[in-house]
């Protein structure tokens, strides 16, 4: 009942949000392919021409098709085929779905600790906030590829180590925002009011200050999922990420990347332009949420 | 000005020590090099004299200041795989890294600045819109596909530059280098492009919003008060006044090169640390590995104290008393 008072205004407008973001056709662009890569990857075996893994699948007499040429059987190759004879197509959908979901667990494990921990820094202040802004400063001094490539050379390769790697260097990311909104929403007169009635510090963050500090957060989380996709993308095609089991865009870029000397472009060329057109996306709508969300530059 | 460089010179060596402590941590606490080095048939006194030998017996903290000090002498034992002072292999292929971001600093300012200049003549224009457009570009394009879409274009389908290796080198004063010969120019080129990329993003933006800044400032319309044309004034003014955050920025961007010429080097198979560490990483050579991580973090933390030193003498303003 008395809560109803100390309540934080509730986000205002994000109907408003919606609405303005439909007015930028770049960014709508950028949603309709990012949704389309989604339903692609969920149902990847739906679109696929065969199980890329199949080993039984596919067979080396169709290696290296041009796009278009028909193999052996008649089946038609739109991307052609690789240095096994595996269908290119098949094989980047199932690329496309490792590299987002590698992407989107490392993003989303690095929100979860980068806003605890920014969080716990803005309301404790003293040493816990100068120590995890001491770890922010340093990380953010040594190029995060750097910091990756390390952990991978501790770790080894593999699917959770590739997601820890990514997650060492984003937390970071999440914590300076986090931390940075909340300072201001802490210093506002609802929160004054919740910590005179009493309630506790977690009921604070969590029902008070960090909804407010949500807007920020989501332009940050959407950039930070191309930067995950990125990062995966460059650490594979340099062979120290994701196993050749669980060939990601990178990987396959990679593996084309040793034929693309003698002339057979399209192993590599098409992975990439996937790569490319899966950031780009993701890069129109956060660029749009930026404007959208940011209160400095909202306009009008 | 020396109580400055005091504190910076603190905060680098801080900065050191927390990543040399972590490389100990990471690199010698987790996994046990002994069972690596060790044939599967030998006895456990074997096993107890190498332990013995290599200081594996001593509690971790004696382990770290035994750790730290070989760092000070520079000693991070034998690489595995190359047989020789793990430090030397590294300082032999660093100059091959050196002159890549020296190339790759040199094309982003040369292009960068004057594309600059040209977008913030006249900001909003067509021309503007587009080059800000294709500096987004050249900040989201990961740059190993960058990499692939220059040697598909200018080595595979048009034949113009090589794409492996570094081309003969030339020696001036006893430096030796690629950049002293053609056919050493003619490989550099495309890698040094490919590094460019993104710190040419970078000098593009800043140049652009620093000539928007600096037309409506006063000295600028006094000198356009007194009749100078407007070329004069850019040359003559405003690039004086741009210069400051540029050299900060193309320092600081140095620093990240030499970390971003892993990905650059192991494409244009460029004999450089970078394509080093991705090999010594491969195949587990932790001595290899430690020696580029505190050699590579050093260097940052030289450049960055550079940077702000250099910083504080060109602007008054940001002197500290």
Not at chain 1, 182 to 198: D, T
Request: glycine residues 8%; aromatic residues 10%; hydrophobic residues 55%.
């Amino acid at each position: 009942m008395t809560d109803a008072v100390a309540v934080a205004p509730p986000p205002r407008g994000m109907r408003r949000v919606l609405r303005d973001f439909g007015r930028a056709p770049g960014a709508v662009l950028g949603a309709v392919v990012f949704a389309a890569i989604v339903v692609l990857c969920v149902f990847a075996p739906v679109f696929v021409i065969h199980d890329p893994y199949d080993l039984s699948a596919f067979s080396i007499m169709d290696a290296r098709l041009a796009p278009g040429e028909r193999d052996f059987a008649g089946v038609a190759h739109p991307l052609g085929t690789d240095e096994q004879g595996r269908d290119l197509w098949s094989a980047i959908v199932y690329g496309l779905r490792i590299s987002l979901i590698v992407a989107a667990v490392a993003s989303a494990v690095s929100f979860v600790i980068g806003t605890a921990l920014g969080l716990i820094a803005a309301y404790r202040r003293g040493w816990v906030d100068a120590l995890v802004m001491r770890v922010v400063d340093i990380q953010l001094a040594i190029p995060s590829i750097l910091v990756a490539l390390v952990l991978l050379a501790v770790l080894g390769r593999g699917v959770d180590k590739t997601i820890i790697a990514l997650v060492t260097v984003q937390w970071v990311y999440f914590a300076r925002t986090v931390r940075a909104s909340a300072l201001v929403e802490m210093e506002k007169e609802y929160v004054q009011a919740a910590k005179l009635m009493g309630f506790s510090g977690l009921r604070i963050l969590m029902r008070h200050v960090l909804p407010n500090c949500l807007p920020p957060l989501t332009v940050v989380a959407t950039v930070e999922v191309a930067h995950a996709i990125t990062l995966e993308a460059t650490l594979s095609f340099l062979g120290v990420g994701l196993p050749v089991t669980e060939p990601s865009l990178g990987r396959l870029v990679y593996n084309g990347f040793q034929f693309m000397l003698n002339g057979f472009w399209w192993i590599s060329v098409f992975p990439a332009l996937a790569l490319l057109v899966l950031v780009f996306s993701i890069n129109l709508v956060s660029d749009r949420l930026r404007d959208l969300l940011n209160p400095r530059r909202r306009r009008g | 000005m020396g109580a400055y460089l005091l504190k910076r010179l603190l905060e680098g060596a801080i900065v050191l020590a927390v990543v040399s402590l972590l490389v100990f941590v990471g690199v010698y606490a987790i996994g046990d090099p002994v069972s690596l080095l060790l044939s599967p048939d030998a006895n456990a006194e074997t096993e107890a004299a190498l332990r013995r030998s290599m200081g594996l017996d001593l509690p971790l903290w004696q382990q770290y200041a035994v750790f730290v000090g070989n760092l000070f002498q520079g000693e991070f034992g034998q690489s595995f795989t190359f047989r020789q002072d793990a430090m030397d292999v590294i300082l032999i292929r660093l100059p091959a890294t050196l002159e890549l971001a020296f190339a790759a600093i040199v094309l982003a300012v040369a292009i960068g600045v004057p594309l600059g200049l040209i977008a913030g003549a006249r900001p909003y224009s067509g021309v503007d819109r587009g080059l800000v457009t294709a500096s987004i570009l050249g900040f989201s394009m990961p740059t190993f596909m960058v990499g692939l879409a220059l040697i598909l274009v200018f080595s595979v389908w048009l034949g113009w530059l090589p794409s492996t290796g570094r081309g003969e080198v030339g020696t001036v004063l006893g430096l030796s280098s690629s950049l002293f010969t053609l056919d050493g120019l003619r490989h550099v080129l495309l890698p040094a492009l490919n590094l460019a990329l993104f710190p040419m993003a970078f000098v593009i933006r800043l140049t652009r919003s620093g000539m928007i800044e600096a037309m409506d400032l006063d000295f600028v319309r006094f000198a356009r008060a007194q009749g100078h044309p407007d070329g004069w004034i850019i040359r003559n003014h405003v690039l004086k006044y741009i210069a400051i955050p540029i050299v900060t920025v193309v320092g600081m961007q140095f620093g990240l090169l030499i970390a971003f010429a892993v990905v650059t080097e192991s494409i244009f198979a460029w004999p450089g640390v970078g394509r080093l560490i991705i090999e010594a990483i491969q195949r587990l050579d932790r001595p290899l590995v430690v020696a580029y991580i505190m050699v590579v973090v050093t260097l940052f933390v030289v450049i960055n104290i550079a940077v702000d030193l250099v910083y504080a003498l060109l602007d008054p303003r940001v002197r500290p008393r």
